[in-house]
């Protein structure tokens, strides 16, 4: 039972954060300004002593009196000699909600975004989004993770910051960029240095980065359909319009896209090996769209995704290695060849751009985390990326052949599948036994429910209701033992599909 | 000499590329290639025979064979029996280039970009760009390095990797979420939950991604008028129109500024700690704001930059403790506290954006590197975060208090320095003693020109030419003893640029 109140104040009754992690004061200084908003008090009235609170609350009066300071402070109290500490009369009325209005009220979330970020919020495609180390049988982009010498990574890291933060870099360390050349010149045909080469978060920063710098907001860029959805996704938030542009078996129909779009300042393609489909894009095509690049000024983003795979025949030149006016910026990954939590990324410049990319690169500071780059610069040069590659082309050789002949051994006539000479996943269609009416999308989604990952081919397309049906299915880090029983639960469920169709 | 010809082809010079990166039969291929576009060999011409190139080459006949069907692959070359190899008569014409055209021209580089990607690349204000880790008096920005435990930082790096990779997460680590969360709620008054807190690449990206999920391409935002411009730069980067807006003793003038933009959806102020000039903003303004952004649906970022730095009064509440109606996104970064390098910085989410944004993000990727989020969710789980917090308070406050001597002593009447209730540096006004018509522009580059970093107040005013003169001086990262004679230094700079100007 609280002593009778000398002072004439009400009585407080302040409803403290039960949460401990905050110190007393501050809990009582939030109860009060709650009170103070909610109008449980009103402006100008004035407070019981400081003595009195900390009884009513059961502390030492320092603790009341840092709350009331605080508060004081803020503008929330006044504080008079002679006449005790009153509520400040001149807060604007407008502002003071209802009490009893939590701040953490569940607004409806669609409605929160503006238009553009309801567009980038809606994945345009379904595409799989389950965690990339998970080694399931068949997620598409992970990259196998068996062998990978993680202590040897492990030690790098540390020891780059063993004695001291690396310095920060608007184009990324000096000794990736200088690695990142050797290797590309080494093994990618593409003859470039250090200057040439800027280091990325991943393909989709990388192209919004290109985006920004090379065009204005509204113009058009080619884009590869089916395609990557990302690539889309990217050029949007850069203000972009992708226009989707048929593939062919030579790659992107060029003359048919600019008859379309003559008006396109960009084109995104993958010539090594056509994501998802595997095609390379023809020499005449390739020289098709280098001639258009030369003669209207626009540019040309290489994504040369995957381009280190390559089992069978020759790895064809990369467009870069044909571009003699300049407009074409190379993009690769390390989070593909590597880890996906490098999250490290390059371009390679035409040198007549590199300058005005470097400054914009300064302006807008670093593309990328600089915190791992040191280490993966000496992981490249004391050869561990070479021998990773090496490593894991045999792999990937096996596991493609694993999976073909498991398709044909298992799924046969339900599933087409055909070897390709590249990249990391494959391209299953339906065959004469694949259930009558049964769509892409829905086989995807059963397999899902019976733990196999894969994605449905008609949701890389612009148009999914036009396209042909397929599913993909990423085998690179999937360990050949497990490919048989994959395909064999795979085949089960698709039969079963039918009846549910 | 060579041997006479007996298969009558022409012989054919080839130059390889020197660099002996490249296999042998990957440069011959190169040069043939280019040979061909360069039409120094005809379309349809036949070539020599592989035995004879090899000679002419001085190689084994294995690589000319390599070469030559690595170039017939791509497209270049036919091979037909009986009749040897011919360059394809099939190219088109038109991308053939001149020989001896480079690919490598350098194009002037400026007019290479878009409007868009000139306006991103001029810095729209001059601002120190020296590399970060340089402890040179009185570069703004830059935490003390003194002390940091890297060796500590170093072996949970080791520990997070050395038997895996982390996996990824759109949202960030979910540690480094639970950890942000529990170090706002204790030591900012921010009370969050970890699902409350996204991981970004830092305050740049964290307005560029706000703005583009919640503003459409061409709206308005109130920044404050000075600020720090990489906050307009974000905005422009987002489409955004960035409108200055004056800031006085009580932070932005709210009513002003809503009279003049009546349609702003976004408003980012540094509320605890104006930046640069320091001022706090007012009780009566941040209600007036909420008021404003409640009643019209538009967004705050809160960008407490350098609020964890308070050496006298007391902290005012956050603006999100304030926050009834769910508008307001409290933004901070660990590259302040810690180390620029990270390069992670944090925002927290009303309740009512935190699904909408997870989403997007789930669409678009992460928005910063998971490499080194692990390692920091356990050095501020281990309680580092909080030791260095304490240690560069008391650091901070000393230098902060050495610079205002060493200015009063060294520099009376020519710099006229107030000590600050909080921040990293410090503002120096011109004294009488400063000489006549020397603006700060000229000012700091003088300053620079005599190796003092210190950045003119008037490059962060939207109209430098209408700004009062200063110069901004950074001290977190001087050691106490370097204060004085750096003061020293900018005083006889100051003084002897007067004759200059």
């Known amino acids: 039972m609280p002593k009778p109140r000398t002072d004439g104040a009400l009585p407080l009754v302040l409803a403290l954060d039960p949460d401990a992690r905050l110190p007393l004061h501050a809990r009582i200084g939030d109860a009060l300004r709650a009170a103070i908003l909610a109008r449980r008090i009103a402006r100008g009235a004035r407070l019981p002593a400081s003595r009195v609170l900390a009884e009513d609350l059961g502390c030492a009066r320092g603790t009341v009196l840092a709350a009331l300071e605080q508060l004081a402070a803020e503008g929330y109290l006044t504080a008079q000699a002679g006449s005790g500490t009153r509520v400040a009369a001149t807060l604007p009325d407008d502002v003071f909600a209802p009490p009893g209005l939590p701040s953490a009220d569940p607004i409806p979330a669609p409605s929160v975004l503006s238009r553009r970020g309801m567009a980038l919020t809606a994945p345009p495609r379904r595409v ?36 001291g933060a690396p310095p920060s870099h608007p184009l990324g360390d000096p000794r990736l ?33 290109m985006a920004q710098l090379l065009l204005d907001p509204g113009e058009a860029a080619l884009v590869e359909d089916p395609g990557f959805p990302g690539i889309a996704l990217a050029l949007a938030e850069a203000g972009i319009r992708p226009v989707p542009v048929p593939v062919g078996p030579g790659g992107l129909a060029v003359g048919r896209a600019l008859a379309r779009v003559p008006d396109a300042r960009l084109a995104v393609v993958t010539p090594a090996h056509h994501y998802p489909l595997g095609h390379a894009m023809s020499l005449e095509n390739r020289l098709a769209l280098l001639a258009w690049a030369e003669g209207t000024g626009a540019w040309i983003v290489e994504d040369d995704y995957g381009g280190e795979y390559r089992y069978a ?66 992981f490249i040069d004391e050869g561990h990326l070479g021998r990773r590659l090496r490593r894991t082309r045999t792999l ?32 299953a269609r339906p065959g004469p036994a694949w259930p009558a009416g049964l769509d892409d999308v829905a086989a995807a989604r059963a397999c899902a429910e019976a733990g196999i990952a894969t994605v449905a081919l008609s ?12 599913l993909l299915l990423g085998y690179a880090a999937v360990p050949e033992r497990a490919i048989a029983p994959a395909v064999l639960r795979m085949a089960e469920v698709l039969r079963a599909a039918s009846a549910r169709t």
């Open 459 to 470: 949701a890389y397309h612009a148009d999914p209701g036009a396209a042909a049906p397929g």
């Open 396 to 427: 990937y050789a096996e596991r493609q052949a694993a999976l073909v002949a498991a398709a044909r051994a298992h799924a046969a006539g339900l599933l087409e599948v055909e070897a390709q000479e590249g990249g990391m996943h494959l391209v």
């Open 313 to 378: 025949g020759r790895p064809l030149a990369p467009l870069r290695a044909l571009d003699r006016g300049g407009r074409v910026i190379y993009a690769g990954s390390f989070s593909k060849v590597l880890l996906p939590a490098l999250q490290l990324s390059y371009l390679v410049l035409p040198r007549g751009l590199a300058g005005a990319v470097r400054r914009a690169l300064v302006a807008a500071g670093p593309a990328s985390s600089g915190l791992g780059q040191g280490a993966l610069a000496r």
């Open 177 to 209: 960029r200088r690695a990142t050349a050797a290797y590309l010149s080494a093994t990618r045909g593409v003859a470039c240095e250090a200057d040439d080469v800027i280091v990325t978060a991943g393909i989709r920063q990388s192209l919004r980065l």
């Open 128 to 163: 799989d989004r389950a965690a990339p180390t998970d080694p399931d049988a068949f997620a598409l982009g992970r990259p196998a993770l068996d062998g990978f010498p993680f202590a040897v990574f492990a030690r790098l890291l540390q020891a780059e910051w063993r004695h």
